[in-house]
């Protein structure tokens, strides 16, 4: 039907279809990605099966839908960048096994993350995303009194995260101690301080 986010009504009479799943936007970089993506989108369908494929061998999940989309039906990787960024906001189904040693996507998505807002305003919205994670591991953090940026480091300093789990929002990856969070360095590399400095993520350094 035409209020449908595939409206395909106009397939046998004009061989056509309309995609109306995006929100409305003024944004010339939604956009331009959004017709790209839909192009990709509509090539892959005739080219291959193997994405269906894919997709229908049993359940599987809007994470995992989006990961095989950005993995085999994209190839622009301008476009793969954008759409791995734009994920990272809704940790429901974005994919996560980005590192910091992929510094290319990894940077992307953190500059979306961060980009218009001053240093503290990004130390207070770490604060506030990580609150409610950091208490089910026994820290307590508090987000009233954060109104300077020594304030809002003393928080901080409470919990034990590496970056690229914040920047994946995978906020329950936080670690209870120094000890386990240099286990989670040596799983997946440490932080790229050199290239943080010409990044959003430079405030995170002293």
């Given amino acids: 039907g035409r ?41 892959a369908a005739f080219e291959s099966s193997n994405v269906a494929d894919d997709i229908s061998e049993g359940k599987i999940s809007p994470k995992d839908v989006l990961d095989i989309l950005l993995r085999k039906v994209i190839k622009d990787g301008a476009l793969k960048d954008h759409f791995f960024a734009r994920a990272a906001f809704f940790p429901e189904v974005a994919p996560v096994d980005h590192s910091p040693n992929d510094q290319e996507s990894f940077f992307i998505r953190a500059n979306e993350m961060f980009k218009g807002i001053s240093k503290l305003e990004a130390m207070q919205r770490m604060i506030r995303s990580l609150k409610n994670s950091a208490a089910k591991k026994g820290m307590e953090m508090d987000d009233e009194d954060i109104g300077s940026i020594t304030k809002c480091r003393k928080q901080l300093a409470r919990v034990n995260i ?31 301080r050199k290239k943080a400095k010409e990044s959003t993520l430079k405030f995170l350094l002293r």
């Fill in 162 to 192: 590496h970056i690229s789990d914040y920047v994946n929002r995978e906020f329950d990856k936080i670690c209870r101690d120094r000890v386990e969070l240099r286990k989670r360095v040596k799983q997946i590399g440490p932080f790229p």
């Fill in 3 to 43: 209020r449908y986010k595939l409206n395909l009504r106009s397939l046998d009479k004009h061989n056509t279809v309309e995609f109306r799943q995006h929100s409305g936007t003024l944004n010339f970089i939604k956009i331009s990605f959004w017709i790209r993506l839909m192009i990709s989108f509509c090539n």
